[in-house]
């Protein structure tokens, strides 16, 4: 479609001009693609290398024996059943279900490893990232940023965690008069306001107090009263370390005087927040908008030491009237800075993540300021979401390991990581619909009021930021207009400009919708690439409670599957008829994103209903001898599962832990809350029921009534059991397998002829295979007993006694 402002009819000409689109380029980048900011930097400041050790090329070979050992096995199992169900065919199955089964089964397979290719192809060309920061010393050649932060319920969304966001960004170590922090309240909430306006005051003393002692992190609640999970230890020694000598007992006494203003601020907040717990504080949905600078982007402190801008902005809100979201708020930021600071680039942060390494803002704009390879064509850099708070065990793979240490490296090497929402960098430009700079016809028209709405000043901010130009000015009155509920009517907002509307995974829409324009992207690990035992970029909070985690992954994977369903599908999507934008492995982990779900269906057909017919059905009617060749296949295929799974962790630096609980809980949400999430968009296609955004809550629920011999301790969420419909699936999958290994067990004890089914062993293998994967889902619910049971000891015995067993029938049946 359009692009704003630019001819479009030569675009596709332009792009088959541009035959190799994504190979790696050594021509002179577009002088566009320069920000002038930065001419005199010493280069490169960002260093990418490809991973290329032996391991990686091992990994890559294994890849592909796996695909051989499917391409071979689905042959064979194909022709087998074509076999087996064909009537004529005095061996085979000839009752109707038993041969419905068959196929399903066959369906399922094909699904699997379809699903593990798309996961594993864009793996297999990893880098790693490097920035220069000392060579943006120079505090002129570094550009501005705005910084987005959006809040939505002031309930789960605690203001005083907020607060220390906003701290932690105006302490950042940036140029105070190139940073604006935007906060957006989608609650309309007073105290969340007055939490701001707190955090204003009380940053007059943080701010010079972080930069003068070089204090890390610069969160004032984790600074001070961090539980230490990623080491207080380490930020003792940094401290010390640093002050070696005179400046050490300052610190001391500065220290004491800030925590003393910080515990009064924190005081203050809380009276706020239990002010508005009185009735008369309802929030409503309905309000009119409001932008207040809190603290002005050129205002001077008492202390005469400048503070970053800081601004409040509540949109306005009508019922009746959708909002969009998360991506409506972004939005309304979007423009309501245009007409303030207009910053050329920006970092979007949700309201528990902040900024961890005062470094990090720096760290950013390095991509956006380089003009090396991806020169100017960089739309936005992802950093990874790290957590605090979560169980040392990450019992339900809250890190996602495997996604940020793995799938991203590998989409970094080829033209983009996806976009997946907190602590990612944004180019203003790419916001804008405009194409990158290589895409770019040479011809820049005037901004187009259907698109972007009719704000004169904000088209102007426009113009200017696509032209390179800089532009702002203080259009608070404007900016109120802007965030109005009614600015976007008729517009191409949500659609081609800014975040995307019609998901509730906004993130990954958004970023599809640059790349398949031809930008780029990046990832940044900042606490890998500066080293062992260096902080993380940003940190933020996770749901560790089983119920949250899944409300969590029900909303991802719904919004995925909006997204399938949308104009922004992965196989159908185009930018002007230019299909050779986005890199094909690119668009398979963008389908991968996007059809992940659907497993659910083929899973639960595995882990419910197959295991289930014979415990049911009573016989083994079923039951097929499994053939030696059919045994030689599963084996093979588990055999180089289990070694690309090894080979990823080695090159990749995820530990084998990590990886096995990702497994894990890949299991327990597919069996559940993809199958709701299917069930969702099912839903929303068939009679338009939209799917609602579950917030997730960032604070701990009020801990039940701690058993005897367990206290409350720190994890106390892993332990709250709070029953969901999404559960259902899963248990009951749990519950068969476990019956149908305890049936086994039982007609093992009891028959010897059922001694010699070899067809029963590798049923039980299986149900062994679910109920191991399914362990962390049965800890969840038993809740707070899981600490006093130790079921661990009782699988224990199951899982030995059977592998005796196991082996005992293997013997006898070749003896046989
Ligand atoms: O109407 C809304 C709803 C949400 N939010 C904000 O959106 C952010 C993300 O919400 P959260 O409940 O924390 O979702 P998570 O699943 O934890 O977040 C991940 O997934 C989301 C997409 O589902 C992305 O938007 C996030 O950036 C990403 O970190 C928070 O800052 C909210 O305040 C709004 O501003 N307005
Ligand atoms: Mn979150």
Not at 261 to 287: F, N, Q, S, W
């Amino acid at each position: 479609m359009l692009s704003a402002g630019f001819a479009t009819e030569s675009l596709p000409a332009a792009c088959l001009a541009k035959k190799d689109a994504y190979a790696v380029r050594d021509e002179e980048a577009s002088p566009e693609a320069e920000t002038k900011l930065a001419a005199g930097v010493e280069r490169p400041l960002v260093q990418t290398t490809r991973i290329t050790t032996t391991i990686i090329k091992l990994y890559r070979f294994m890849i592909f024996v796996r695909i051989g050992i499917f391409v071979l096995f689905f042959k064979w199992r194909i022709t087998n059943a074509a076999r087996m169900i064909s009537p004529t065919d005095a061996g085979g199955i000839t009752t109707k279900p038993a041969a419905a089964i068959w196929t399903a089964s066959i369906a399922g397979e094909l699904w699997f490893a379809f699903m593990w290719t798309l996961d594993q192809l864009p793996k297999m060309f990893p880098v790693r990232r490097a920035v220069n920061i000392a060579a943006l010393d120079d505090d002129s050649l570094l550009p501005a940023i705005d910084v987005f932060v959006t809040t939505a319920d002031p309930d789960k969304e605690p203001p005083l965690a907020t607060a220390n966001t906003v701290l932690s960004i105006l302490a950042a170590d940036y140029p105070a008069h190139k940073v604006t922090c935007y906060i957006s309240d989608d609650a309309g909430a007073e105290v969340t306001r007055e939490a701001i306006a707190e955090a204003a005051r009380f940053a007059a003393m943080w701010v010079p107090f972080c930069r003068k002692h070089g204090v890390e992190p610069r969160n004032p609640e984790v600074y001070f009263n961090g539980d230490g999970g990623e080491g207080s230890k380490e930020r003792k020694v940094v401290t010390r370390g640093r002050y070696n000598g005179i400046a050490w007992p300052e610190l001391v006494r500065d220290r004491r005087r800030v925590r003393r203003e910080y515990e009064e601020m924190r005081l203050r907040i809380d009276a706020v927040v239990r002010r508005r717990r009185r009735p008369g504080h309802a929030t409503t949905d309905d309000y009119a908008g409001v932008v207040q600078v809190v603290i002005s982007p050129d205002g001077v402190t008492a202390v005469d030491e400048r503070l970053p801008g800081l601004i409040y902005v509540r949109r306005e809100k009508r019922r009746g009237r959708t909002h969009h979201r998360k991506a409506g708020a972004m939005n309304a930021l979007l423009r309501a800075s245009a007409v303030i600071s207009n910053a050329p680039f920006i970092l979007n942060l949700d309201c528990d993540h902040y900024v961890n390494n005062s470094l990090a803002l720096r760290a950013g704009v390095c991509f956006f300021v380089e003009r090396g390879e991806d020169g100017g064509e960089v739309a936005f850099v992802q950093f990874p979401q790290r957590f605090d708070g979560v169980d040392p065990c990450d019992r339900y793979a809250n890190h996602n390991r495997v996604f940020f240490d793995c799938t991203e490296l590998g989409l970094d090497g080829l033209q983009g990581p996806i976009y997946v929402g907190t602590g990612c960098f944004f180019r203003r430009a790419a916001l804008y619909a405009a194409d990158p700079p290589r895409w770019r016809p040479p011809l820049a028209t005037a901004v187009e009021s259907a698109m972007f709405g009719t704000s004169v000043p904000f088209l102007a901010s426009v113009q200017a930021t696509l032209n390179n130009k800089e532009g702002g000015g203080d259009a608070v009155d404007e900016a109120i207009a802007l965030v109005s509920s009614g600015y976007e009517d008729g517009t191409a907002w949500g659609v081609e400009i800014g975040w995307m509307y019609g998901t509730v995974t906004e993130d990954v829409a958004t970023g599809f919708s640059m790349h398949r324009r031809g930008w780029r992207s990046a990832y940044f690990d900042l606490a890998f690439a500066a080293g062992a035992g260096s902080r993380d970029a940003f940190r933020g909070t996770a749901p560790i409670n089983l119920t949250d985690r899944l409300h969590q992954v029900l909303r991802w994977a719904a919004g995925s599957l909006e997204i399938f369903f949308s104009r922004n599908n992965a196989l159908l999507a185009t930018a002007s008829g230019c299909r050779r934008r986005l890199h094909p492995l690119q668009r398979a982990a963008y389908l991968n994103t996007t059809v992940y779900p659907f497993t659910s269906l083929f899973l639960i057909a595995y882990l419910l209903f197959f295991p289930a017919i014979p415990l049911a059905a009573g016989a083994a009617a079923f039951d097929m001898p499994p053939t030696a060749t059919y045994v030689g296949f599963l084996v093979a295929l588990m055999l180089t599962l289990a070694a690309v799974a090894v080979l990823e962790t080695r090159w990749s630096g995820v530990t084998i832990t990590d990886w096995w609980r990702n497994e894990q809980f890949w299991m327990v949400s597919a069996s559940g809350a993809y199958l709701a999430a299917v069930t969702h968009v099912a839903l929303k296609l068939a009679a338009g029921k939209e799917v609602s955004f579950n917030l997730t809550s960032k604070r701990p629920a009020p801990a039940a009534k701690p058993p005897l011999g367990a206290g409350a301790g720190r994890y106390a969420e892993l332990y709250a059991v709070r029953w969901t419909a999404l559960m259902v699936p899963t248990s009951a999958a749990l519950a068969v397998n476990v019956a149908s290994m305890a049936s086994a067990w039982m007609s093992m004890s009891m028959s010897t002829a059922w001694d010699c089914s070899p067809a029963a062993a590798v049923r039980v293998v299986f149900n062994l295979w679910v109920v191991v994967h399914l362990y962390p889902f049965a800890l969840g619910l038993m809740g707070r007993r899981s600490k006093v049971l130790s079921p661990i000891l009782f699988l224990f015995c199951v899982v030995a006694y059977l592998a005796i067993r196991f082996l005992y029938l293997l013997l006898q049946f070749h003896a046989a």
